[in-house]
């Protein structure tokens, strides 16, 4: 009916509903201006357009429509108004939505999976479904362009720009405190309970929905971000627009014994903390490479405007402190645009002959000179240091106090960005993404600690649902 058309994006009408809208303009005209932008292009009115033209060619004697023209400050941000409205105002039918999405996911669009669902306005989920119900040759070729950078750049695919839907300009531009104040604590003293209550496995992908961005999703995969098959299954073709990890620190927890100069109340809690830990006794060399693989994958798998909130602390090996600069390197994707001191009040570093360390590093990493920094009183008031107590009163071996991914999400992310966490582990990033409306992206790969995590989810009232 309608070709030829550039921004003719949105599916056909059914022929039932084209029969509507022309009988309707005969009998009232067209009501709605038909909208073109400078170069006399139509950008909305399309199918008004050609009812309008058949009804004058078959005799009607049909008063002109009105006419608006539009300025846009690029292709981009004139393809999301079509689609946006077009949503807005009219019914799509499931079938006109899996057009839609296919059209959108391959090029010249080049959209991500995150960025249909959010102008279709509909769940990742529903999105991810639409396209996997296509024939294999289709399949085959959606699973090519998880590599097409989402813009249509030629290059590799760490890129996805946000997507500015007219109505949700102000809400996206402004930064948001938290929208839900429910903080559910993880359950590690019952990690084997719960393990059994969620028969959690590894490979699986876990889709917990928002409560705060309505019909979005967490993910959560019991995996390891080690793994390329892994990285994919989790992040499916999104792009982060932040990240924030606290990692194994390689200490040797797993075979540390309590210090006498503890009593023995505190050594009791002490062994009890360290018997959660990961097994991360590990040949330096081994564990310096595996974190320089990570970053180099989160960066894979981020925006170029992205920041990663690095948390590490400096470590004592044979006389020498091993600082992690040694594997921060510009080869893994990141820069180092600030050194944040965390002073936790507290160290577990209680048998060494040395001072107690109080202080931990948080490495504020960055890709590229545009990266973003929320432009706020508040956060430009924060210093370099964080005074933020740990967590003592947790059984888990090194907690991850609330309040580090809240300041990184609230400094480096918007309302609706995707926030990549790789060593999940009792989902404390999860938890305040959900609470301040971003979508977490997790990773763990100890399955009891991913049965925790779905817990303190669902504590929250959310209700995490293993994708099939």
């Not at 941000?77 to 006109?96: C, F, M, S, W």
């Not at 990773?443 to 929250?460: F, G, T």
């Amino acid at each position: 009916m309608i070709a030829g058309q550039p921004y003719q994006i949105m599916p056909e009408m059914t022929p039932e509903q084209y029969a509507e809208l022309k009988d309707d303009i005969k009998r009232r005209g067209v009501l709605q201006p038909i909208e073109y932008d400078t170069d006399g292009n139509i950008i909305d009115g399309h199918h008004r357009f050609q009812a309008f033209a058949e009804l004058i060619e078959e005799g009607a004697d049909l008063p002109m429509f009105d006419k608006t023209v539009r300025r846009f400050a690029s292709e981009q941000e004139k393809i999301d108004y079509v689609i946006a409205l077009n949503v807005k105002r009219r019914h799509i039918t499931p079938e006109q939505r899996k057009e839609l999405a296919l059209k959108l996911r391959k090029p010249p669009f080049s959209y991500t999976i995150p960025r249909i669902a959010e102008l279709l306005g509909k769940g990742v989920g529903t999105i991810w479904r639409d396209l996997d119900d296509v024939d294999e040759e289709t399949k085959k070729e959606l699973a090519e362009l998880e590599h097409v950078a989402s813009d249509g750049r030629p290059m590799p695919a760490t890129y996805a720009p946000r997507v500015f839907i007219p109505s949700e300009l102000t809400l996206r531009n402004a930064q948001t405190n938290a929208v839900a104040e429910a903080v559910a604590e993880a359950r590690t003293d019952k990690l084997d309970e719960l393990l059994e209550k969620w028969q959690v496995l590894p490979g699986q992908v876990w889709l917990i929905p928002s409560k705060t961005l309505e019909d979005r999703v967490h993910r959560l995969m019991c995996g390891s971000i080690l793994s390329n098959d892994d990285a994919h299954a989790l992040m499916y073709g999104a792009h982060a627009q932040l990240a924030v990890t606290s990692p194994p620190y390689n200490q040797g927890l797993d075979k540390f014994s309590a210090s006498g100069m503890q009593r023995e109340n505190e050594r009791q809690h002490f062994t009890q903390r360290m018997s959660q830990a990961y097994e991360d006794s590990l040949p330096e060399d081994v564990y310096q490479q595996q974190q320089r693989d990570m970053m180099t994958r989160v960066a894979r798998f981020s925006t170029p405007n992205a920041s990663f909130f690095y948390n590490h602390k400096h470590r004592y090996r044979d006389k020498e402190t091993i600082s992690p600069y040694a594997w921060i390197t510009h080869d893994t994707g990141w820069f180092v645009r600030q050194e944040i001191i965390w002073d936790r009040g507290s160290s577990i570093t209680l048998n060494a002959r040395m001072f107690i360390p109080a202080e931990e590093r948080i490495y504020w990493l960055f890709k590229g000179d545009d990266f973003y920094f929320a432009d706020t009183v508040e956060v430009k008031a924060w210093t370099n240091i964080w005074s933020i107590p740990a967590r003592p009163e947790s059984d888990v071996s090194a907690a991850f106090p609330n309040a580090i991914p809240e300041r990184a999400i609230r400094a480096c992310s918007e309302r609706g960005d995707i926030v990549l966490e790789p060593y999940c582990g009792s989902g404390t990033t999860l938890v305040e993404a959900e609470r301040h409306a971003r979508l977490c992206y997790a990773m763990e790969i100890n399955p009891k600690y991913v049965a925790a995590i779905l817990q303190r989810c669902a504590d929250m009232g959310l209700e995490p649902e293993l994708q099939k």
